[in-house]
Nanobody
Framework: QVQLVESGGGLVQAGGSLRLSCAAS????????MGWFRQAPGKEHEFVAAISWSGGSTYYADSVKGRFTISRDNAKNTVYLQMNSLKPEDTAVYYC?????????????????WGQGTQVTVSS
């Protein structure tokens, strides 16, 4: 069993930065690929970024490529999402998820565990 808790969200002006964290409980954290998703009001969950269990492979949505960076620290059971050059369209609730493999993790429904989400609001 893995429990995921996101933190680091908030209100930021366009062009600013935030770093989200997702802390995981459970001894098997480093056997899971991890992903970040977001959901804006009235929209479906959108894939943002994913990272393999080792951290050696990463994938990004085209909309965030070059602005967001996903990383993980297996010693701390934590995955991060560094978000730079934020835009108003990045406003959403951000969720982390854990899945059995990086490509599996890129699909919201195929993950094994999900966090409760943290709100990110970018003002123009």
């Amino acid at each position: 069993q893995v429990q995921l808790v996101e933190s680091g969200g908030g209100l930021v002006q366009a062009g600013g930065s935030l770093r989200l964290s997702c802390a995981a409980s459970g001894r098997t954290f480093n056997s899971y690929a991890m992903g970040w998703f977001r959901q804006a009001p009235g929209k479906e969950h959108e894939f943002v970024a994913a990272i393999s269990w080792s951290g050696g492979s990463t994938y990004y949505a085209d909309s965030v490529k070059g602005r967001f960076t996903i990383s993980r620290d297996n010693a701390k059971n934590t995955v991060y999402l560094q978000m730079n050059s934020l835009k108003p369209e990045d406003t959403a609730v951000y969720y982390c998820a854990a899945g059995s493999g990086i490509r599996v993790t890129m699909s919201w429904d195929d993950n094994d565990y999900w966090g409760q989400g943290t709100q990110v609001t970018v003002s123009s």
